[in-house]
């Protein structure tokens, strides 16, 4: 936005300066939907529309859809139109979908034929089997979901990868005869593990990976203007990223609350894989603590001027379910930014901040400005304000796919040491764990591995963690609190 009430310009083809020319050369590529007979084709046509508009920044994401180019269609008429308004409606959110439909009926009402596909693409969506595949060594897996639809069968697959933040790296879309022989070659190596799943929890786990997966792709690129199907690749990711939301509003809702990435909100992206252990593998993630309730506080006021300097805030931050603890006790002023608390906490857990967090508080949940979970940002919210008494306690959970969960606990709030310089870290327990290890869990196989020379993966695990040969392994009883001092001064 410009800052004004008026949306930025849009150069899609429903808001271009010359619609009329850019029209015609719509309806005529649209012309092979009239005849053709495959209703998937028919909505990957009309998922490319609203993939080319799904940034921009209007609340139900498909303003140039609704308000552009709809109503343009609606005004040449034809069958084409009518084709590609119906394939439109098929993939699009409900704003556009009814608009679309709204259109396509009018024109058809004067007597222009419907597509030969449309009464499948408007029967009901039905779910047959749901599956999530867990590689051996934990660090990836497939959500699989079939679908019935006008007797025909066909199935899309989700591949997530637990270290880019457990986000969707890839999704296929498979005809329903293609599936068995998909499933078999994905289950060949031992090792590998094959679960069934509800049709709602498939959901949202998947919900969880695609959000992952748009966070991450705004920050990297902006989604070309035309994406294009290629009949050697396939229809690129934004295409099938459509496709496959607009299968899953038609599956049930898991009961579980959202979270980080979506532009709703799912629960956790760390409980994305609940954990297995594969019986010698690189493990799986653990499965997170309970959920939070929804907050039921409301959030005190930020310190004025005219209440004086804060105080300084004495905090434990313990790694959830490390054992033995490991943990930083850390002196902040009580009026620090959750914002700056993260960079803080990152210092003192040699973490690489390259991954994304959120802070877990009775006043909600808060994360980082302009990231699109649909949460409080924590630029303006302080300590003080979220855990405001001693004993008080919040959370920080750290790359949702390891799940770093940080449990802080005001220890202590006092005046100011005249001589101290803050923030500082005032003691600690144990090394923090390399950071992409595979959560808890993960660390302590790889401190397994690393122990036994014997061990099948102890070069492989030597090699990720850059040792050199004769090089000692991390020591996880190491705690230096002069590094972590020098790497809070950078902070100062």
């Not at 653990?286 to 004025?304: E, N, S, Y």
């Not at 490991?326 to 990152?346: A, C, F, K, M, N």
């Not at 949702?400 to 500082?424: C, L, N, Q, S």
């Amino acid at each position: 936005m410009d800052g004004t009430d008026n949306p930025e310009p849009c150069d899609c083809p429903g808001c271009s300066e010359a619609p009329g020319d850019v029209i015609g050369t719509l309806l005529s590529g649209a012309a092979a939907l009239v005849d053709d007979d495959d209703p998937i084709a028919a909505e990957l046509t009309g998922a490319m529309f609203v993939a080319m508009v799904g940034d921009e920044p209007d609340p139900d994401g498909v303003r140039p859809l609704r308000d552009g180019l709809i109503p343009q269609l609606a005004d040449r008429g034809g069958p084409e139109a009518v084709a590609l308004l119906t394939a439109i409606a098929a993939v699009s959110p409900p704003p556009a979908a009814e608009a679309a439909r709204a259109a396509a009926a009018t024109i058809a009402g004067t007597g222009v034929p419907w597509p030969k596909w449309a009464d499948e693409v408007a029967a009901e969506v039905t779910v047959d089997d749901c599956w999530r595949i867990d590689s051996p060594d934990g660090t990836d897996s497939v959500f699989t979901v079939a679908f019935r639809r006008a007797g025909r069968r066909h199935a899309m697959m989700v591949i997530v990868d637990h270290a880019d933040c457990a986000a969707a790296q890839d999704i296929l879309l498979l005809d329903g005869d293609q599936l068995p022989a998909a499933l078999d070659e994905l289950t060949r190596d031992q090792g590998t593990t094959r679960t069934r799943l509800d049709p709602a929890d498939l959901r949202w786990h998947v919900e969880q990976a695609l959000d992952a997966r748009s966070v991450h792709d705004e920050a990297d690129a902006e989604l070309d203007d035309e994406p294009e199907l290629d009949d050697d690749e396939g229809p690129p990711y934004p295409v099938l990223a459509t496709l496959l939301d607009a299968r899953l509003a038609t599956m049930p809702e898991s009961d579980r609350p959202p979270a980080p990435h979506h532009d709703a909100g799912p629960d956790d992206l760390a409980d994305l894989l609940p954990g297995l252990l594969d019986g010698g593998g690189f493990p799986a993630q653990r499965r997170p603590g309970p959920v939070r309730p929804a907050p039921t506080r409301k959030l005190p006021a930020k310190r004025k001027k005219s209440q004086g300097p804060a105080p300084i805030y004495r905090v434990d931050v313990v790694l959830a379910d490390s054992e033995p603890p490991v943990r930083r006790q850390l002196e902040v002023v009580g009026d620090t930014p959750l914002e700056d608390l993260h960079h803080v906490i990152q210092s003192a857990f040699d973490w690489d901040d390259s991954h994304l967090h959120l802070f877990e508080t009775p006043y909600g949940d808060f994360a980082p400005p302009g990231d699109r979970t649909g949460h409080q940002s924590e630029r303006k919210v302080t300590l003080e304000q979220v855990a405001p008494a001693v004993g008080d306690t919040i959370a920080y959970r750290y790359d949702f796919g390891d799940d770093w969960t940080h449990e802080i606990t005001v220890a202590a709030v006092t005046d100011r040491d005249p001589t101290a310089v803050y923030p500082r870290c005032t003691g600690g327990e144990r090394a923090a764990p390399p950071e992409d290890c595979g959560g808890v869990l993960g660390y302590a196989h790889l401190l397994n591995v690393l122990a036994d020379p014997s061990h099948s993966e102890y070069a492989d695990r030597r090699d990720w963690l850059g040792l050199d040969d004769g090089q000692a392994p991390l020591d996880p009883e190491r705690f230096d609190p002069d590094v972590i001092e020098r790497r809070l001064a950078a902070l100062r």
